[in-house]
């Protein structure tokens, strides 16, 4: 399973471009690359996901190099309400048996 | 989300009894999965369940026990045997495809004293 690295926190403003960048250097093949959001005392929300290249949604966009090894949660204007804990997951379910492991997470403070 | 219930939020044990905690979900998902989570700390696979009736163990299930009777239930026994019961447990389920995102519930939050 690929292990992830995130920071452990960052800090940030309202208005203000976040980016989150987590590195998974032994990506495997068939893995993807899912971001999630976490608020306290709640379970973790869906954000963004991809494989290779760029993908952007409403709330987000995911950067991702061609060697797969890092990828990038960007947060455009972050609010208040972005202070959160947010995840990095490498994984595929058929690949592992549905084995999906999370790293520490990045706990993002917005500050007004 | 709305498709996944957990109940109840908050449960209260005393040391030695064994607790179940409730999991349901009316997405029609194959993949099912219990999480742990300590104050300040990411999450920790408990068990997961690809399909009924077959369960995997996750990297701390001992203390922990599961079944999977019906599609839409994954109920997790916490038993007197896991050292330190106390935290917070997510369900979650996933269609089961490669890249199917996780869906949560609520979470419970079992304090055993």
């Known amino acids: 399973l690929a292990k992830t690295t995130q920071p452990i926190s960052m800090d940030s403003y309202e208005g203000q471009e976040v980016n989150i960048t987590c590195s998974h250097n032994?990506?495997?093949?068939?893995?993807?690359i899912t971001w999630y959001q976490q608020f306290p005392s709640q379970g973790p929300r869906f954000i963004i996901q991809g494989y290779k290249t760029k993908v952007t949604n409403e709330v987000a966009s995911l950067f991702i190099p061609a060697d797969r090894k890092s990828s990038t949660l960007s947060l455009p204007r972050v609010s208040l309400s972005d202070t959160a804990v947010y995840y990095c997951l490498v994984g595929a379910h058929m690949e592992y048996g549905n084995k999906l492991v999370f790293g520490a997470g990045t706990i993002l403070r917005v500050k007004s | 989300d709305g498709g996944i219930t957990q109940s109840p939020k908050y449960l209260f044990r005393k040391e030695g009894q064994n607790v179940t905690l409730s999991c349901e979900q009316n997405?029609?998902?194959?993949?099912m999965y219990w999480y742990r989570q300590d104050p300040g700390q990411g999450l920790r696979l408990i068990y997961y369940?690809?399909?009924?009736?077959?369960?995997q163990k996750g990297d701390i299930a001992e203390g922990y026990s599961v079944s999977r009777e019906k599609k839409e239930s994954f109920p997790l026994t916490v038993t007197s045997a896991q050292k330190n019961p106390t935290a917070f447990y997510l369900c979650?389920?996933?269609?089961?495809?490669?890249?199917?995102?996780?869906?949560f519930g609520n979470g419970t939050r079992l304090t055993v004293t």
């Open positions: 979650a389920t996933a269609l089961g495809t490669d890249n199917s995102p996780l869906h």
């Open positions: 032994n990506i495997a093949t068939n893995d993807y």
């Open positions: 997405l029609n998902h194959d993949a």
């Open positions: 369940s690809q399909i009924v009736n077959d369960f």
